[in-house]
C-alpha cells in the first residue's frame, strides 16, 4: 500500500521544516494543498524544501511552478475540472513542458470511479470513515467498496478519518494506498505518528519499503 500525506491548507509555523523531515524519514507522496496561499507563498514553501525531495511533492493549486521546480506531479481539484478554454490551455502547456508529470484526482462517490475516461496515476476516494461514528462514511460499505476497487483499473487511494487501526480494514478491501492529513497535524508528534503508519502497512505487505533518504 502507498501511503501519501496531505499538508493543511493554511501553511503552519516550521512547516516545511517538519516536512523535510518526513522526507528524511522515507515519505514517498507529499500533497501540497495550499488552496488558499499565494503563488508567491507556495514558491517560498518550495524554495525551503531540500531540491532533492521535490520529484517526492504533488501541487493541489498553482501548478504554473511545476515548469519551474521538478515535482511529481499536478492533483486536479474540482475548480480546476471546469472546462474552461483557459483550463485546456494551461493542461495543454503543462503537457509540454512538463510531459512526464503525474495527474491525480479526487472521487466521492462510487460511480464516478467509472465515469472519466481521464489517465490518472491514482485517484482518492474520500471519506470513506465518518468522523463521529468511525464507521464507514454514508454512501460506503465493505461490500461495495469491495466491489468498485476489483472493477476500477486506477489505483484507488483511501482517504477520510483513517486512524491507523483502519489499515487492515482497507488492505483487505483492495485499496491501493491511504492519504492521511488531519491524522499527521493533528498529532503531538508528526513523525511518529507517520512512522507507526508505516509500520503498520509494512506489517501487512512486507514488500513495502521505505524511500528513506536519512
Known amino acids: 500500500m502507498k501511503l501519501i500525506v496531505i499538508t493543511p491548507t493554511k501553511i503552519l509555523e516550521n512547516e516545511a521544516r517538519l516536512v523535510t523531515e518526513l522526507f528524511q524519514h522515507g515519505l514517498q507522496t507529499l500533497h501540497l494543498k495550499k488552496i488558499n496561499s499565494t503563488t508567491a507563498d ?22 504554473r511552478l511545476a515548469t519551474s521546480f521538478d515535482v ?6 474540482r475548480a480546476h475540472r471546469k472546462n474552461t478554454m483557459r483550463q485546456r490551455l494551461r493542461e495543454w502547456w503543462l503537457k ?3 510531459p512526464n508529470l503525474s495527474y491525480s484526482r479526487s ?3 462510487l460511480l464516478q470511479l467509472h ?7 491514482y485517484v482518492f476516494l474520500s471519506p470513506i470513515f465518518d468522523r463521529l461514528t468511525h ?5 460506503f460499505s465493505a461490500a461495495t467498496l469491495r466491489v468498485a476497487l476489483e472493477k476500477c483499473k486506477t489505483p484507488v487511494i483511501a482517504r477520510g478519518h483513517i486512524e491507523i487501526d483502519k489499515i487492515p480494514i482497507l488492505n483487505g478491501l483492495g485499496f491501493k494506498g491511504i492519504a492521511i492529513q488531519q491524522t499527521i497535524w493533528e498529532s503531538e508528534n508528526p513523525i511518529n ?3 507507526e503508519f508505516e509500520e503498520r502497512i509494512r506489517e501487512l505487505n512486507p514488500t513495502h519499503k521505505q524511500n528513506a533518504h536519512a
Do not use: C, M
Not at 42 to 63: C, M
Not at 72 to 77: A, P, V
Open 135 to 139: 464507521d464507514f462514511a454514508a454512501g
Open 96 to 98: 509540454i513542458r512538463r
Open 42 to 63: 507556495v514558491r517560498a514553501y518550495l524554495e525551503a524544501i531540500p531540491k532533492t525531495f521535490h520529484p517526492n511533492i504533488v501541487l493541489h493549486s498553482h501548478h
Open 107 to 109: 472521487y466521492y462517490k
Open 115 to 121: 465515469e472519466d475516461k481521464k489517465q490518472f496515476q
Open 72 to 77: 511529481q506531479g499536478i492533483h486536479i481539484s
Open 193 to 195: 505518528t507517520f512512522l
